[in-house]
């Protein structure tokens, strides 16, 4: 059984979300509305959620409505009266223009060209999504003997020049796990791996439950030729519906998670693994919504971990 959690902290304004409110105009006007979008999301095989609002948004409903947009990739808020987020009034008059998302002819509300509006509005704000990196320092290092995040290669360790990559692609970059940091990264915001959990995963899933509406890029401590180009690469297969996306080097079906992009609607994939017992990451491969792909050959050599003296002896 899950751990019961504190409540989340650092929320995204629902106006950053992918949630829209589609108010005013007869209810049944506004259920056919709905059930078209949420025909062409399901077409674009993508999640949505209905909430029916009956009552003014108080602080329950906002956090009902959190909790909606971190499981599904687009939230529907029905009501007759207008919110004070983003929303389309579909009435002829002009009450619901405060937050009202554009404007629009109702013969284009007929058509259905309002409703492809829509579903480009919610891919756009899926994407909006703020991205920070994670680097995974809470590993054992048993074959190497001493912690693979401290080794120095031409005047810095490698996880200085970790957070050094990622901060140029990144808005933010954290340390999951409890090594040592150096001096030059004192400052940077440390968090501990999930209790009761060993391996990546509990690194992983340390940064999805820290801040819950922030998407990540996540990188092991000794991935020494990782670079730039890698995270542009990954970054690039962002869409909205992929909710991960992870590296097949060779094409054969071995993913590799520890250099790889975690939206944070992949919170739910990876509890479900914790909850089933696991431990193992790579079992979001099959998962719908996660994506794999296979980097240019030029880039692989950035997921080459280094384990052991010998293969730091053939690395250097």
Not at 28 to 33: I, L, P, S, W, Y
Not at 51 to 76: I, M, N
Not at 114 to 122: A, G, M, P
Not at 219 to 243: F, K, T, Y
Request: with cysteine; glycine share 8%; net charge neutral.
């Amino acid at each position: 059984m899950r751990e019961k959690e504190p409540a989340p902290t650092g929320l995204l304004p629902l106006e950053a979300l992918p949630l829209l409110g589609i108010c005013g105009g007869e209810t049944a006007h506004r259920r056919a509305f709905i059930a078209g979008v949420t025909a062409k999301c399901e077409a674009l095989h993508l999640s949505c959620a209905v909430f029916k609002l009956q009552a003014p948004v108080t602080k329950k409903v906002c956090d009902q409505l959190h909790v909606l947009c971190r499981q599904y990739d687009a939230v529907l808020v029905e009501s007759e009266l207008p919110v004070l987020f983003h929303h389309l009034w579909l009435n002829d008059t002009d009450r619901g223009n405060t937050g009202q998302l554009f404007t629009f002819d109702h013969r284009e509300l007929a058509n259905g060209s309002v409703t492809d509006k829509v579903v480009e509005w919610l891919g756009r704000r899926w994407l909006d999504a703020p991205v920070w990196g994670c680097v995974l320092v809470g590993g054992k290092s048993r074959r190497m003997g001493r912690a693979k995040h401290l080794i120095r290669h031409q005047g810095k360790t490698w996880l200085e020049r970790t957070v050094e990559v990622l901060q140029h692609q990144t808005e933010k970059v954290i340390v999951s796990g409890a090594g040592e940091l150096p001096d030059s990264l004192a400052e940077l915001d440390q968090i501990a791996d999930v209790e009761g959990l060993a391996g990546p995963i509990a690194g992983i899933l340390a940064a999805l439950r820290y801040k819950p509406e922030v998407s990540w890029l996540i990188v092991a401590c000794d991935l020494p030729e990782m670079n730039e180009q890698a995270l542009q690469w990954l970054l690039s297969r962002r869409r909205i519906g992929r909710h991960a996306v992870l590296a097949d080097l060779e094409g054969n079906g071995r993913v590799e998670p520890l250099l790889a992009y975690y939206d944070y609607r992949c919170r739910k994939a990876v509890e479900d693994i914790v909850a089933a017992g696991s431990l193992r990451i790579n079992r979001l491969q099959g998962v719908p919504g996660v994506f794999i792909d296979q980097p240019p050959a030029s880039l692989r050599r950035c997921w080459r971990n280094i384990n052991t003296p010998s293969d730091l002896a053939r690395h250097r």
